[in-house]
């Protein structure tokens, strides 16, 4: 079973960037579809980003198409978010998480506040 721990989070101003990382321990992090979410205050969790197995496959919601990156470094059991051009609209906490295959996203990260001011 895998553990997921986010790190990275922050206060930006407009137009900045962040790096968010998502360390994996406990599991075969090669095994997983990984993908990003976000949660902004009184609104429900929404799918941000996903990345394959391998990392050669990636797809973002139209929001954050142009501005964000997902990556993985299997060798380090990481995967990254790297957040530029942000808009307070980004604001919330993102969580990382990782599916079997055939399932859904089953392991959760414990979140990291991401806060974008005007």
């Known amino acids: 079973q895998v553990q997921l721990v986010e790190s990275g989070g922050g206060v930006v101003q407009a137009g900045g960037s962040l790096r968010l990382s998502c360390a994996a321990s406990?599991?075969?992090?090669?095994?997983?579809?990984m993908g990003w979410f976000r949660q902004a205050p009184g609104k429900e969790r929404e799918f941000v980003a996903r990345?394959?197995?391998?990392?050669?496959?990636?797809y973002y919601i139209d929001s954050v198409k142009g501005r964000f990156t997902i990556s993985r470094d299997n060798a380090k059991n990481t995967m990254y978010l790297q957040m530029n051009s942000l808009k307070p609209e980004d604001t919330a906490v993102y969580y990382c998480a990782a599916a079997r295959p055939f399932n859904d996203y089953d392991y959760w990260g414990q979140g990291t506040q991401v806060t974008v001011s005007s």
């Open positions: 406990g599991g075969t992090f090669s095994s997983y579809r």
């Open positions: 990345i394959s197995y391998k990392g050669d496959s990636t």
